[in-house]
């Protein structure tokens, strides 16, 4: 089909509204900045305070609930890294809390392995599946 004076057509789905715009933020950061631990803990190395900083100040000016979600590797037993990613995501909400965020905007829940986004077959791999993701929900946690 051809419409006259259209030359081109660009389809393209952008993020609106409140819940885009906290998400994008937290995702732009996140993509530069990541909350490491201590290898198989849920003790936050010291260089990745001043992300929860700076994380905590995006939560507070979202106007919605926001999850934490601890994820691990597939390495070690799958209940053992469920139970890690919990603790881990609980940590980090407690430091968010210490900076400012309300403690009933935030969730926390841990996925262990079942959620990765690298193949767990690589080291590469397993390093990014350790990871804390923050999650804008909707109206409610």
């Known amino acids: 089909m051809t419409i006259e004076g259209v030359t081109s057509l660009e389809n393209q789905i952008q993020i609106i509204g409140q819940i885009g715009t906290c998400q994008a933020q937290l995702d732009e950061y996140l993509s530069r900045e990541s909350i ?3 290898l198989g803990k849920a003790d936050i ?4 305070y001043n992300t929860i900083a700076m994380l905590a100040m995006i939560v507070r000016n979202c106007a919605n609930n926001v999850e934490i ?8 037993d799958a209940e053992v890294n469920l139970k890690l990613s919990q603790r ?10 210490n900076h400012g965020v309300l403690g009933d905007k935030i969730v926390a829940r841990g996925y262990g392995d079942q959620q990765p986004v690298a193949d767990n077959k690589s080291a590469e791999g397993r390093k990014i599946n350790r990871r804390i993701e923050f999650r804008v929900l909707g109206e409610t946690a």
Do not use: I, M, P
Request: proline share 0%.
């Open 45 to 48: 190395v010291d260089e990745s």
């Open 88 to 97: 881990r995501a609980v940590k980090v909400a407690k430091h968010l809390v």
């Open 36 to 38: 490491r631990f201590k």
């Open 69 to 76: 979600a601890g994820h691990t590797d597939s390495k070690g």
